[in-house]
């Protein structure tokens, strides 16, 4: 490492660094954010290095261990350069294997290929599988290029120029003003113009400003933020220094949650180089500018991602949130003028600088040239799960339909089953039907259907998911995470979830979607925090589109889906089964019965309907049918 | 003043006050639960929620905690906020169905039966308690625990708190009386009080001078108890207002805060873990105006600088009134060192320290009441000396110290009026 004092000295160190890139050299790339080192990567890191040592290859390869290479389906990954032949589900045994067949005589191991689950052929190179070719990873793609502890391989892709220009050449107004421009908006939450929140911020009153980093990532499921830090800490840290300098900041924070420990020791690595570096710290490559950063550790509550509540929680105080009927831009952290922007976010900054407006206001939707709102510019990393072929982290142009990301990027639904649904904008979004998969996907056409964009999260459902449910569960999780400060989300969303339980139960009841109605209208309204505001999403949107299934449990009291207990039941076909006594077996509850070779029986009283017997019969004779045994009797609720 | 609209009547009120202090200065009534004129809004019940209009623009906000904006447009009980508010009730009241205030609402809302599976909680979480035991009293006595469905009021580790004070504040702003005060809790907790002093309530306020219990803690029995609530018409506790005695003392321009010492030569010092932390005083601050670099030494005593400050050419050496060496730099102000002039009481603090002799140096430090007489004494001699025998005007328009102090000083100036205010002492 180098301490820099000025940028011509930054910039001659960059310089070599750059040239010490060679485009033909022989790298194995080995995927190990939190994810691959879940799927054994150390393991992995551990037999190429002796392999490499033991073929006495130290000169000719190198290794390098990046963060998360998105994939997390194929993981443990290997890349192996200059030509970018990827290795999935790689073990350790495999290694002497890779090094003797294609390190040292170019030959490719078919095993390890990746095989395309749409066209069941394998391919051999990663930019050829459709779930990398159909992104456009300008911010996730630097993930390959770097190990994300050493500042230096960030610095050789380009890292920190932005910021040397940004303190040698451009005043703060004129940075915000393009950030302004760029039509960047918060990838955290509401997506909040961010270039109109630092002038906000920097025109608020105050010797004493705060930057801060969201890296709650409360989401169930969302980990796109994990990626980033793990992946390319020195990235966010250098979107905040430019911030900082723009708004007239010299202190910064970030609040990771405490479950990304890695995330956590990767920016203390970061943060400990830069200040080293001259590039964090006391006057900042010469240029008089301070800037200091602090990491803290969330506990961990969903709600502690709400602005308002992650500075309290900053504050050591509980994490409840507040009336911002001042902004916390005005009067925030300490009460004092803070601006609250996402890890992705920050991440764009760089970018932006380095590419210009244009280039960035090239990709999505709208036209924000005079107007931050009038579009959604760049692009929008998504936690991509459920029921798709390709489950990951993918990084898409806004305005991309959601059948793009689901069918080109996703491949399709697993198991050739039918597409229900896509449920967007994590626990508080929306459920978005199979009649929209060609909508685009930005903030205001996503805020249209009745979900958003949230932090990313996205989640698919097939023909096998009930929508009652899926609001319930959703609704299950607000009600424990709402702080429990203002009465419309604790009581409130507490009550909608009974509701949704009883329905779910076999307990529903006329009425139950009227009185659901009139509580979301009334939380939406009366809630204190956007936690609250936006905690009947889940139950809006299946209720408008898919409102025949709530009739069906209340008014038919059947599951269409098959999948809540009490509105269906268990049958065997007495036509296929072959009475092979494998279910009998298996069934914890002793409920089903009947001779050999006969058709068995199930015992409805005794079925728990846990489903065992349908995995253990080769015959896929027991059926799910939807609505109650006619001996089962309606459970009554007593209100 | 502001002038805004309740319900169409025209209102006048000062510029710092809430749209709710509007409503009721226009005599309407709206619901509150988690309200208390003494104490910050909350806006947790959302009972007092009203549509505003302003600038065209029609939301609806909670006016316990809205600021009063010229021209603003309040409807308190239009359709919208009346169902809301019918709901709220609704919903409390089956949290809380024995509650006599929600039975009182439920039935001017003529709700008969809530929709809802009933419960039996008293406390309905307005927070109330919370915010007039920390607030008011300073002890904090009690606090949230917990989140959503299963949140609550609770001491600090369940166990019974030292800080309380047995003063009954928070039975007495209870609007369920979900606490409840027993004389048995106060005896108690009276005996985890350092001193185990059967200490009256009034006189742990500071309300009155010291006094014993006669009476076992049986307030409703105590002659002298009865005869000041009824005088008072309130709690003590919010005559008493313990809590404004550890508030920030201003002097001037300058702020001494309470809950540290002082060195003469503008330096506070705070006890922590066996060491001390240390800082610059305020009227270092407002006299620095900014710094820009700190130039820290490992070694002090009372003729060799802790530290010195630097802004731009000129150069203030701070010292200790004893001996003793610097432990931990702190790495905030080490990067930013304007943030001891910035924030100098908190986030800004300099150095932890180790004294050579901890009894002599706590004996050589100041206590914030003799700190105070100082900052006034040498707060009149730096306008003697700026204003009357240098000609510069030492404050802004808005009455602020002006922060370029070092930039309006010659040289030799400088070195006298800091040897003047900063002095090593014997
Ligand atoms: C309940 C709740 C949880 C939130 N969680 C997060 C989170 O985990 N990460 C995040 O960046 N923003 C989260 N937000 C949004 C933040 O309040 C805030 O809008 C955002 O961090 C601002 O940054 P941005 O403008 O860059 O998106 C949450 C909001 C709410 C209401």
Redesign the pocket.
């Known amino acids: 490492m180098r301490q820099v004092n000025n940028v011509a000295a930054f910039q001659s160190w960059q310089d070599e660094l750059m040239k010490s890139r060679n485009p033909n050299a022989r790298i194995i790339i080995i995927s190990s954010g939190t994810c691959g080192i879940a799927n054994g990567s150390k393991f992995i890191i551990e037999a190429l290095t002796e392999q490499i040592r033991k073929h006495n290859l130290d000169s000719q390869v190198s290794l390098r261990v990046t963060g998360c290479l998105s994939f997390c389906q194929i993981e443990p990954l290997i890349e192996i350069q200059p030509e970018s032949i990827l290795y999935t589900g790689v073990k350790p045994e495999d290694v002497p294997e890779i090094m003797e067949q294609t390190i040292k005589n170019k030959k490719i191991i078919e095993r390890l290929l990746y095989i395309d689950p749409v066209t069941g052929k394998k391919v051999t190179y990663a930019d050829e599988i459709p779930f990398y070719n159909k992104q456009s990873r300008i911010i996730s793609g630097d993930n390959l290029k770097i190990d994300p502890t050493k500042i230096e391989d960030y610095i050789s892709i380009g890292g920190y120029s932005a910021l040397a220009k940004a303190l040698s050449t451009m005043k703060p107004e004129a940075i915000i003003d393009m950030i302004k421009k760029s039509g960047l ?8 113009p ?1 270039g109109v ?1 630092w002038e906000s911020c920097h025109k608020a009153h105050g010797d004493l400003k705060y930057v801060i980093c ?6 169930p499921g ?1 980990y796109a ?1 994990r990626g980033l830090l793990e992946g390319n800490p020195h990235s966010v840290l250098e979107g905040m220094i430019i911030g900082a300098y723009a708004i007239g900041s010299n202190i910064g924070y970030i609040y990771i ?1 405490d479950e990304y420990p890695l995330a956590v020791e990767l920016f203390e690595n970061a943060i400990k180089q830069a200040e080293e570096c001259g590039l964090l710290g006391r006057n900042i490559l010469g240029s008089g500018f301070n800037f200091v950063m602090n990491i803290n550790r969330g506990g961990g509550a ?9 500075m309290a929680s900053l504050e050591g105080k509980i994490g409840e ?1 507040r009336a911002k009927y001042i902004h916390m831009v005005e009067r925030g952290l300490y009460d004092r003028p803070s601006c ?7 991440a764009n900054i760089p970018l932006i600088l380095n590419k210009d407006v244009d280039w960035f206001t090239k990709i999505g939707t709208g036209d924000v040239t005079n107007n931050p709102w009038g579009g959604s510019k760049g692009t929008k990393i998504f936690s991509l799960v459920g029921k798709v072929n390709n489950t990951g982290l993918v990084e898409v142009p806004m305005g991309i339909t959601l059948r793009e990301i689901v069918y080109g990027i996703g491949g399709g639904i697993r198991g050739n089953k039918r597409f229900k649904a896509v449920q967007t904008g ?1 626990p ?1 979004g929306g459920c978005i039907p199979d009649k929209l998969l060609d909508l685009q996907v930005d903030y205001d056409r996503l805020t249209e259907a009745g979900s958003m964009m ?2 990313g999260g996205m989640i698919v459902m097939d023909e096998y998911g009930c929508m009652v449910d899926v609001a319930c569960y959703f609704l299950n999780f607000l009600r424990e ?1 709402s702080c429990g400060k203002c009465v419309p989300c604790r009581e409130g969303i507490e009550r909608m979830w009974e509701i949704l339980n009883d329905i779910c139960e076999g307990r529903g009841q006329k009425g139950n979607i009227e009185l659901l109605m009139e509580l979301s209208e009334m939380v939406k309204d009366s809630a204190l ?3 609250g ?2 905690a009947p999403n889940p139950v809006l949107t299946t209720l408008k589109y898919f409102y025949d299934e709530y009739e069906a449990h209340i008014k038919e009291e059947k599951c269409p889906a098959g999948v809540c207990k009490a509105l269906i039941h268990y049958t065997i076909d007495e036509v296929s089964c072959k009475g092979c006594g494998a279910c009998v077996k298996s069934c914890p509850g002793e409920a089903i019965s009947g001779e050999k070779k006969k058709p068995h029986k199930i015992d409805q009283e005794r079925c728990i309907k846990c489903g065992v017997c349908i995995d253990t019969c080769k015959f896929e004779s027991v059926k799910i049918i939807p609505g109650r045994h006619p001996s089962v009797k309606k459970e009554l609720v007593n209100v | 003043m502001i002038n805004l609209t309740i319900n169409g009547k025209a209102v006048q009120i000062e510029r710092d006050k809430t749209v709710l202090d509007a409503i009721r200065k226009a005599g309407v009534d709206v619901p509150t639960l988690c309200y208390h004129k003494d104490l910050t809004g909350y806006g947790s019940c959302r009972l007092c929620q009203v549509e505003v209009t302003q600038k065209g623009r029609t939301r609806l906000v909670v006016s316990c905690l809205y600021p009063v904006a010229e021209g603003l447009e309040v409807k308190t009980h239009t359709e919208r906020v009346e169902k809301n508010r019918r709901l709220l009730v609704e919903l409390l009241s089956a949290r809380s169905p024995d509650s006599k205030v929600l039975q009182k609402m439920a039935k001017e809302y003529k709700i008969e039966k809530p929709h809802f599976r009933l419960k039996s909680e008293k406390c309905i979480l307005c927070g109330l308690c919370v915010r007039v035991c920390s607030e008011i009293l300073g002890a904090n006595a009690i606090g949230f625990a917990g989140r959503g469905t299963s949140k609550k009021i609770e001491v600090p580790f369940k166990e019974a708190p030292e800080d309380c004070l047995g003063c009954g504040a928070c039975t007495y702003v209870c609007p369920t009386g979900a606490i409840q005060m027993e004389s048995e809790a106060r005896k108690r907790w009276a005996l985890y009080l350092s001193s185990g002093d059967r200490e009256c309530r009034y006189s742990r306020m500071g309300l009155i001078s010291h006094k014993v219990c006669p009476n076992a803690f049986q307030c409703q029995r105590c002659e002298v108890d009865q005869r000041l609530e009824e005088t008072l018409g309130t709690h003590p506790a919010f005559v008493a207002k313990p809590f404004s005695k550890l508030q920030p003392i201003r002097i001037d321009q300058f702020q001494i805060q309470p809950n540290r010492y002082y060195t003469a030569a503008h330096i506070w010092v705070k006890p922590l873990n066996g060491k001390f932390r240390v800082g610059v005083d305020d009227f270092t601050a407002k006299f620095v105006g900014r710094i820009d670099n700190i130039k820290a030494e490992r070694a002090f005593s009372n003729n060799k600088p802790i530290c010195e400050l630097v802004i731009a050419d000129r150069i203030l050496p701070m010292y200790m009134p004893f001996s003793g060496e610097v432990v931990e730099i702190n790495r905030l102000t080490r990067s930013v060192p304007s943030l001891s002039v910035n924030d100098p009481y908190q986030q800004g603090w300099l150095f932890s320290i180790k004294a050579d002799n901890r009894e002599q140096a706590l004996e050589r430090l100041l206590s914030p009441l003799k700190a105070t007489a100082l900052v006034k004494q040498h707060s009149e001699k730096l306008h003697q000396r700026l204003s009357k025998e240098l000609g510069i005007t030492m404050t802004d328009g808005a009455g602020n110290l002006v922060n370029n102090i070092p930039a309006l000083l010659k040289e030799e100036e400088w070195n006298t009026l800091t040897r003047e205010f900063f002095k090593p002492m014997v």
């Open positions: 908006r918060g990838r955290g939450g509401g997506g909040f961010a929140k969201n890296a709650d990532e409360g989401d969302a933020n949650r969903f709600v502690c991602g709400e602005s308002s509540a992650l949130p609250l922007n996402n890890v992705e976010t920050w994590g508080s949230g932090s995470e925090c956007q936690l505001a936006t």
